[in-house]
């Protein structure tokens, strides 16, 4: 009996994994399209599918997990965005590729 509940919580644990990765996901692009309408909101820019929104532990007490944001390659992290607006400000082009062309 002892062998059967220790499967049985070696499936539940599994299946809370693959729970928290699905809600991850979903948390993740519900983020991310937050952030692409404050830049647009802010700065007129589109920002790239290649940003990305995760979250890493958190070392504020009693905060489990803190937003984190990356630019594209993760060459640059940003705490909220408040910096990914300051920071397209100052180099638009970062956004990445803008969908609607200027016409001259």
Do not use: C, M, Y
């Amino acid at each position: 009996k002892e062998e059967e509940q220790e499967e049985e919580e070696d499936e539940v644990e599994e299946e809370d994994e693959e729970a928290w990765a699905q809600l991850q996901l979903t948390k993740g692009q519900a983020a991310k399209h937050e952030l692409a309408q404050q830049v647009l909101a802010e700065t007129g820019l589109r920002l790239g599918d290649d940003w990305s929104v995760a979250w890493e532990p958190s070392t504020v007490v009693g905060k489990k997990f803190k937003k984190v944001i990356f630019s594209p390659g993760r060459e640059r992290k940003f705490n909220s965005p408040k910096g990914v607006v300051e920071h397209l400000r100052e180099h638009p082009e970062a956004a990445g590729q803008q969908v609607e062309a200027e016409e001259a």
